[in-house]
């Protein structure tokens, strides 16, 4: 993850500068257009209508789920997009949930007799952060195989752009794709519109997410989602080190029940003199 200072342009993983590029009827086209990139062929997208991003369930007491962005296709798909700044331990479960009660709701209320016929339900996990340290591709596709790797159900799928894993420099893009991931990755350190992306859909793009565009109460919109993901890293950063610290001390005092000398225990475990002599 990364936290860049504030430029010329909306941070993209920002909740605000999220929604500002992809979550407005004007704008629409700039999602359209990133999801057929996205897709590559596999499938167009011609329209899509907004849906409201918090769904009750059935019951009263069922659990309310609250999208970050909800659309519906022209086909009547489902399409929930989701940006996730910091790493959470649950996100996969998170998504199974998330694309679970989007399934349960296509059940019709009034109607006693259903086929059980069910329209496809799309997942994309724009992340800033990454599952893992392999090196495999920055995209990936889920989908219900069966033990052999045949497709089993063709109406759910998932895909997650781990965003850190594009490493791509200028003068490696060589898809649209390619230049959207570079441009989501890079946008708020960027002080100009590069050549490259002078498509009239990234021109818009750019013209949206200039911050000198945005009127007296957007501005003020977008500071408060700054600092929201700046307190949040911070909070976790802090969770972090404190768990860091925590394993260290637990090391050294292992150590030290061993009558292991401090010098060692010192280079081991990192801590200081004055440290270790709290202990």
Same mark, same amino acid.
């Given at each position: 993850?990364?936290?860049? @200072? ?25 999602? $359209?257009?990133?999801?057929?990139q *996205? ?6 997208? $011609?329209?899509?209508?907004y ?12 659990r ?14 489902? %399409? ?5 700044? &910091?790493?959470?331990?649950? %996100? ?8 679970a ?12 007799s259903?086929?059980y ?8 996990? &724009? ?12 995209i990936?596709?889920?989908?219900? @195989? ?20 594009f @490493? ?14 570079f ?17 009239? $859909? %990234? ?18 919109a977008?500071?408060?989602s ?21 394993? @260290?001390?637990e ?13 060692? $225990? ?9 440290? *270790?002599?709290?202990?």
């Amino acid at each position: 993850m990364h936290l860049a @200072k504030p430029g010329r342009f909306i941070d993209p993983f920002t909740d605000f500068g999220f929604k500002r590029i992809f979550g407005s009827e004007p704008n629409k086209d700039l999602l $359209i257009d990133f999801l057929n990139q *996205l897709f590559a062929g596999e499938k167009y997208i $011609i329209d899509l209508t907004y849906d409201k991003t918090e769904q009750n369930g059935p019951l009263s007491a069922d659990r309310k789920v609250i999208f970050d962005l909800l659309c519906t296709g022209a086909d009547g798909e489902q %399409f929930i997009i989701e940006m996730q700044r &910091i790493r959470q331990e649950f %996100f996969k479960d998170r998504c199974l949930y998330y694309v679970a009660s989007l399934i349960r709701d296509q059940v019709p209320i009034s109607t006693k007799s259903w086929n059980y016929r069910l329209k496809p339900v799309y997942l994309i996990g &724009i992340m800033d952060f990454c599952f893992d340290e392999t090196d495999r591709h920055f995209i990936s596709k889920v989908m219900l @195989k069966d033990d052999k790797g045949k497709a089993f159900y063709d109406k759910l799928t998932f895909i997650y752009v781990e965003i850190p894993k594009f @490493k791509k420099r200028e003068e490696e893009l060589n898809s649209e794709l390619d230049n959207w991931l570079f441009l989501l990755k890079h946008m708020n350190n960027i002080d100009k519109l590069p050549l490259f992306l002078r498509r009239p $859909i %990234f021109k818009k793009l750019f013209d949206i997410a200039e911050v000198s565009n945005l009127n007296k109460q957007d501005k003020m919109a977008y500071d408060a989602s700054v600092k929201q993901a700046r307190d949040l890293y911070a909070t976790k950063e802090t969770a972090w080190n404190d768990g860091v610290m925590a394993s @260290k001390r637990e090391t050294a005092k292992k150590m030290k029940e061993k009558g292991l000398s401090d010098e060692l $225990i010192m280079e081991v475990t990192g801590l200081s003199e004055s440290q *270790l002599a709290m202990l």
